[in-house]
Every structure is written in structure tokens, then in C-alpha cells.
């Protein structure tokens, strides 16, 4: 029998009326209560329902974080339809794949992205609306006036839901060069939710503040609805990009206490002068996650900020819910006790498993493929039926990332299974971009993986076997890839060689080209 569970966005609802004029979203001189918060977001909810858009519909968001980003998810929660956020550095051609394996019925999309928007229209037939949060083109609605005229029916009902309901669709890259989406429950993400307050920050009120610093369309997204939980503000800088100085100014003046970030950020922000002239004791939680980071950087943040880092291992998949390691853990010094290296221990509720090749469970410091069970596990992969065959396989998720656990229950990542790699706290699988370049009529072959930098931990590096009589630049394989790829997956350094290494089945081996590479010193 299917479990009734709370819609999610019933907590926005339950935190308005428990908080009507504390505020719940601060962007520059603007704030939104979050009684305010929510009419908004019920009378979004009442348009759509007008035009027919409801429950396991699923509505497309291409934005900068903005009010309508952040409102956006409690809509479609509410309607019980499928929120379906992008990330907004994507290019055309990324976004349009990801309006036609959705099968979004609605997309919203931000001021000057009126190309993305032509892209998703001329991909997929199912998109029934076009909602423009900016000024509106010809045979599109205006966000803000379909808003206004939503607030005549007041009060929005939010739709039943069970458990196993989708309420988000999380796009995870993947190794076949397209992403995939990962469903995320409305049961799901209340465990999550409870989980994220449990482990990562206990103690949040109505009184703290949260910075936001990544895009509110994946991993801060979730952190938001950890805050809005227990009725937080979030605080959004005014920059587009990132503005250290401002981010340290906002810390300053709202008494923040805790941000959701990656390792090169958090870098990037220690790093910066304003860290010392601004006053950050109000910091409580500094969460990091999206890729290990350099000890270095570690204790120099540590030296800046005190005892506040937080640092979590979780996939998409997993919500972000595998590991922890919390404040206390985090030592400056690299004694006995130090837990160096490790990204912490199992989350309450989750359980890791060290998998061999055949399925069988591992002991302590035996390495093999770390895998995950427990109710922070997404629903599956969309309409993909292969891969969710291969992700859960012998009883458990199986994450592609390899490690062991020491004898305490403490999770060291030693090295991936694929050959993702993260730049920046971003997932990249370099065979999108491979079969992209390949596309140029003088490419024969590629080869693209990772290799360390001190400052986005990871970049991409291309090995380019040129075809015979054929010519082509760096600069010319780069804007090649320029509308195809979004920036942050293209590789940073190009090569040319003869030939590539290859294996006695006629494969291109890797690993022998990183060994090559590294010891040229590239």
C-alpha cells in the first residue's frame, strides 16, 4: 500500500503562518517576508492550476538565483507536479535535451535567456507554456502578472501526495554524454531535510541567516529548503559572480551563520583580504562538499574562520546524504586522532557499503567501490531502466567512486571507478565533451581526463590525435566547443599527438596517458 506523506511545500506553508513577518529571502535592499513568500508562491500555484498544469506535470526553470528561482520549487511542490531546475551556464543545445527527456509541460526562464528558451520550444512538443520572469516575447506570459492575477483565489490546497510522489528532478551528468534525472521524492526529501538539520547543522532557528554563494538549482537548493525549514533567510549577494569582498560584507551585516559551498570557494573566500577586515564569528556552519579538499587549504581555512567547516560526501543521487564531518573532527594539526583525508562517517540513517566486483561486502582498509542504502537513495534514474539496473545492483547504490573504511567507520575516497572528474565542485564526464570535439573535421581522435590544480582542484586536459593533412589549433578547438559544451566541462590545456595509447582490444587506455602526461610534468 502507498504511504500518504506530506507535500513539501506545506512547510513553506506551515513556517508562514508560524512566521509571518520574520523574513525569508534577502537579496540586496529587498526582502520578502515569509508570509509574503508564500502568497506569492500560492498564487503562482493558482495560475498554473488555471492553465491546467498539475500533479506530475513538470515544469522547466532556466535562472539566475533570483525570488522566482527560489519560489519556483515550492509552485511545483505544492501542485505535486516536478520541479525541473537547470543549471544556467549550460548552452542551448544542453538545455534543449534536458526540455525533451523531462517532458516538461512549463518552462520559466530569466531575463536574457531567450535563446535557451527558442532551444527547449523547437526540441520537444510537450511544452505547453512559456513563462518569461523578464519581459515577455510574443505568445508568452509574464511571471509577474500571471502571479498578481493568481492572488484573487487566496489560499492554495496542496495536492496529495504519497512517499514515492517525484518532486524534483536532479540532473546528475552522465557517462553516455547526456545527464541524467535523478527523481527525488517528496518522502525522500523530508528524511533528507531532517537529516541535513540532524548532521550538518543542529541548532538552526528563525534567527539564523544563510548565504548563498552556488546556484539555488541544485546543491543550495537543498540547503535552502534546510533553512526554510526552520524559517532561516536565505541572503543572496547582488554580483552575478562571485564577489568575495560582498559575500564577506553580507556575513558582516546579517550575522550569518551558515553557507552551503565547495572546496574552491571556500578557498577563494579565505583567501581573500576582506575575510580579515569583515567580523565572521556569527559563523557556525561552513558546509562544504562537491570535492575533497586540499589540507592545505583545509587548515588555512580553519586558521581563518575557527572550528566551522562542515564537509558531507553525497551524489545527487543521494541527495547529498552519505558522510559528515563535523566541526569538532576538523583539526588543524595532523595528529593521531586527526581524521585527514577522510570525508567523515555515515550519515544517521545511511548505511556504506565496501563492495569487491561480485557484490560482496569488505572489511576495514579493504578498497573497493563505495556503495550506499538508506531513505536519502533517489526514487531512480527517468526512464532509464539500464542504468538504474547498473546503479542498483546487489541490493545497494552503487556510487562509481572507490574507498574503504578504517575501523571506526570512517570513509576515505581513494579514486573514481568512471573517469569523472570535479573542477570547481562540479561533476564533469569528459566523454560529452570527447564526442563534441570529435565533431571537428580535423579531430581523429581525443582523450580527456582530469588533472590536479591548486586552484579548481581538478581541470580537464585534451590529448588531440589530428587527422592526416588536417590542421587545428587550440584556439580553434575551443570555439568549436563554445555553444556545445557549457565553459566549465571544456578542458583548460590541449595536446597534440601521433597517436594514442590503446589496449590489445583496440581501447584507448587512459591511464597510460595520465602517466605520460604527469611525468612530462603537464
Not at 538504474?388 to 575516497?413: S, V
Amino acid at each position: 500500500m502507498l504511504k500518504q506523506v506530506k507535500n513539501l511545500g506545506a512547510i513553506l506553508r506551515d513556517i508562514s503562518a508560524r512566521l509571518p513577518s520574520e523574513p525569508g529571502f534577502i537579496k540586496g535592499s529587498e526582502t520578502f517576508s515569509w508570509l509574503a513568500i508564500n502568497q506569492r508562491v500560492d498564487a503562482m500555484a493558482h495560475a498554473l492550476s488555471r492553465l491546467g498544469i498539475g500533479k506530475g506535470d513538470r515544469i522547466l526553470v532556466h535562472s539566475t538565483n533570483n525570488i522566482q528561482l527560489f519560489e519556483s520549487a515550492w509552485v511545483a511542490f505544492k501542485l505535486g507536479a516536478v520541479w525541473v531546475p537547470t543549471n544556467v551556464r549550460i548552452t542551448e543545445r544542453e538545455i534543449a535535451y534536458l526540455a525533451s527527456s523531462s517532458k516538461a509541460a512549463v518552462m520559466i526562464y530569466d531575463a536574457g535567456y531567450g535563446t535557451h528558451a527558442d532551444a527547449c520550444l523547437a526540441a520537444t512538443d510537450t511544452l505547453k507554456h512559456m513563462i518569461a520572469i523578464g519581459e515577455p516575447r510574443g505568445g508568452e506570459l509574464a511571471y509577474e502578472r500571471l502571479l498578481e492575477a493568481g492572488r484573487a483565489h487566496g489560499a492554495f490546497d496542496v495536492a496529495e501526495v504519497v512517499f514515492e510522489d517525484p518532486a524534483w528532478f536532479f540532473y546528475t551528468s552522465g557517462t553516455t554524454g547526456h545527464p541524467k534525472a535523478g527523481v527525488l521524492s517528496h518522502g525522500q526529501m523530508a528524511f533528507v531535510i531532517v537529516n541535513h538539520l540532524a548532521d550538518l547543522m543542529p541548532g538552526l532557528s528563525h534567527r539564523s541567516r544563510s548565504l548563498v554563494v552556488a546556484p539555488l538549482s541544485h546543491g543550495a537548493g537543498i540547503h535552502a529548503l534546510v533553512n526554510t525549514a526552520r524559517g532561516a533567510a536565505s541572503v543572496l549577494p547582488e554580483s552575478p559572480r562571485l564577489d568575495c569582498a560582498e559575500a564577506w560584507r553580507l556575513v558582516e551585516r546579517h550575522r550569518v551563520d551558515n553557507m552551503f559551498t565547495v572546496p574552491t570557494i571556500v578557498k577563494m573566500l579565505t583567501e581573500h583580504p576582506a575575510v580579515d577586515r569583515c567580523d565572521h564569528s556569527s559563523l557556525k556552519y561552513v558546509v562544504y562538499a562537491g570535492a575533497p579538499m586540499y589540507r592545505a587549504d583545509q587548515q588555512h581555512a580553519l586558521r581563518k574562520l575557527g572550528k566551522v567547516l562542515v564537509q558531507y560526501y553525497g551524489l545527487g543521487e543521494v541527495t547529498g546524504n552519505i558522510t559528515v564531518l563535523p566541526p569538532e573532527l576538523h583539526e588543524i594539526e595532523d595528529g593521531p586522532d586527526s581524521r585527514k583525508g577522510s570525508c567523515g562517517y555515515a550519515r544517521t540513517g545511511m548505511e556504506i557499503g565496501i563492495l569487491d566486483p561480485r557484490g560482496a561486502q569488505l572489511g576495514p582498509f579493504e578498497t573497493g567501490e563505495i556503495c550506499v542504502r538508506g531513505l536519502a537513495v533517489f526514487m531512480g534514474y527517468n526512464d532509464n531502466q539500464a542504468a538504474n539496473d547498473k546503479a542498483f545492483k546487489d541490493n545497494w547504490f552503487h556510487t562509481g567512486d572507490i574507498g574503504h573504511l578504517d575501523a571506526a567507520g570512517f570513509l576515505y575516497i581513494t579514486g573514481r571507478e568512471s573517469d569523472m572528474y570535479i573542477s570547481g565542485g562540479s561533476n564533469v564526464y569528459p566523454r560529452e565533451v570527447e564526442e563534441a570535439l570529435l565533431t571537428h573535421e580535423a579531430v581523429s581522435e581525443v582523450a580527456i581526463l582530469g588533472l590536479a590544480d591548486e586552484k579548481w582542484g581538478e581541470v580537464g586536459v585534451a590529448v588531440i590525435v589530428l587527422r592526416q593533412g588536417k590542421m587545428a589549433s587550440p584556439g580553434d578547438l575551443e570555439n568549436h566547443l563554445a555553444n556545445k559544451v557549457a565553459r566549465y566541462k571544456q578542458p583548460v590545456r590541449y595536446h597534440f599527438w601521433e597517436a594514442l595509447p590503446k589496449s590489445g582490444y583496440g581501447k584507448i587506455v587512459k591511464k597510460e596517458i595520465k602517466s605520460i602526461l604527469m611525468n612530462q610534468g603537464r
